[in-house]
């Protein structure tokens, strides 16, 4: 049973950092994301990693403010936030595929397995 447990959501101001965890059980695949959510809107990849080769991929809206990264012993996947800004605010999940990306790792129906998110709000 595959199990995605995201942590270290919060409330920040704008410019400041967070970083979220998510912890994997139960899967040895090789294509995970993380994915966000702001109310009325649709779920958005926001940033992908293939577990195998280390390959990285990034929405627009966060490259070279988000990174992504794992920790292999620990089958923790992380995604770190600098200069947050208030359109950041969502519902931030973790994501795992089953069939693999078919060449968009951001899309949101090439994952199989969801975590429950974790809520990050940027506000003054």
């Known amino acids: 049973q595959v199990q995605l447990v995201e942590t270290g959501g919060g409330s920040v101001q704008p410019g400041e950092s967070l970083s979220l965890s998510c912890t994997v059980s139960g899967y040895n695949g090789y294509y995970m994301g993380w994915f966000r959510q702001a109310p009325g809107k649709e779920r958005e990849g926001v940033a992908a990693?293939?577990?195998?080769?280390?390959?990285?991929f990034y929405s627009d809206s966060v490259k070279g403010r988000f990174t992504v990264s794992r920790a292999s012993a620990k089958n923790t996947l992380y995604l770190q936030m600098h200069s947050l800004k208030p359109e950041d605010t969502a519902m931030y999940y973790c994501?795992?595929?089953?069939?693999?990306?078919?060449?968009?790792?951001?899309?949101?129906?090439?994952?199989?397995?969801w975590g429950q998110g974790t809520q990050v709000s940027v506000s003054s």
């Open positions: 990693l293939h577990r195998g080769s280390g390959a990285t």
């Open positions: 994501a795992a595929s089953l069939g693999g990306w078919r060449n968009r790792p951001l899309a949101k129906d090439g994952y199989t397995y």
